[in-house]
């Protein structure tokens, strides 16, 4: 079994990679590349609350911001991720700098497009995928525990070790979505 992996937040935000302040290309975030050890890169929100530090998973464009807590637990695939500093800020000048950018390594095709339900559509010269219902082809990820699906980079697909792994952790934050579900039935 397979899962998609998504984040909550107790409140709707986002919080947003500052494509004005960092120097790093942020299609970077998506493409499975190593990204230098020496940068920190910068994350804004409308606001820093009190309980931030109650989740080990934050909703961020691009890539989630994990804990040091998912860091240190996942810390042993390294040659599937990597963990790059962040420093938040928000409007009224409050920054944390305790979460990490979730860089996963590797971008596979795994999407069973026989059994999987979506469509495209196409906008101008562009075509986007939307995924009603998501299958995972048996064996596809290699023996990788977590995988950016090559069909539609946004969605992060783990196994079901991996999620057995944050549940027995407690970590918070997190929606592991079962292949097969639809918000759609």
Same mark, same amino acid.
């Given at each position: 079994?397979?899962?998609?992996?998504?984040?909550?937040?107790?409140?709707?935000? /986002?919080?947003?990679?500052? $494509?004005?302040?960092?120097?790093?290309?942020? &299609? /970077?975030?998506? +493409? *499975?590349?190593?990204?230098?050890?020496?940068?920190?890169?910068?994350?804004?929100?409308?606001? $820093?609350?009190?309980?931030?530090? @109650?989740?080990?998973?934050?909703?961020? /464009?691009?890539?989630?911001?994990?804990?040091?807590?998912? +860091?240190?637990?996942?810390?042993?695939?390294?040659?599937?991720?990597?963990?790059?500093?962040?420093?938040?800020?928000?409007?009224?000048?409050?920054?944390?700098?305790?979460?990490?950018?979730?860089?996963?390594?590797?971008?596979?095709?795994?999407? @069973? =497009?026989?059994?999987?339900?979506?469509?495209?559509?196409?906008? *101008?010269?562009?075509?986007?995928?939307?995924?009603?219902?998501?299958?995972?082809?048996? *064996?596809?990820?290699? *023996?990788? &525990? $977590?995988?950016?699906?090559?069909?539609?980079?946004?969605?992060?697909?783990?196994?079901? @070790?991996? +999620?057995?792994?944050?549940?027995?952790?407690?970590?918070?934050?997190?929606?592991?979505?079962?292949?097969?579900? &639809?918000?759609? =039935?």
């Amino acid at each position: 079994m397979h899962f998609e992996l998504s984040s909550f937040y107790k409140r709707d935000t /986002t919080f947003d990679y500052d $494509i004005g302040k960092n120097s790093l290309d942020v &299609s /970077t975030l998506r +493409k *499975g590349e190593r990204i230098a050890d020496e940068n920190t890169l910068l994350y804004e929100v409308d606001k $820093i609350d009190s309980y931030l530090k @109650d989740y080990d998973v934050l909703p961020a /464009t691009f890539a989630p911001l994990v804990s040091l807590k998912f +860091k240190n637990l996942f810390s042993h695939l390294l040659k599937e991720i990597q963990f790059v500093p962040t420093l938040i800020g928000d409007s009224s000048g409050s920054q944390d700098d305790s979460f990490f950018v979730l860089n996963i390594l590797t971008s596979i095709p795994c999407m @069973d =497009k026989e059994r999987s339900i979506y469509e495209i559509k196409q906008y *101008g010269k562009s075509s986007i995928m939307k995924i009603k219902e998501l299958y995972i082809i048996d *064996g596809s990820l290699n *023996g990788h &525990s $977590i995988v950016r699906m090559e069909e539609h980079k946004s969605y992060i697909i783990i196994t079901e @070790d991996f +999620k057995n792994l944050c549940e027995q952790s407690n970590l918070k934050g997190f929606n592991f979505i079962e292949e097969g579900h &639809s918000i759609y =039935k």
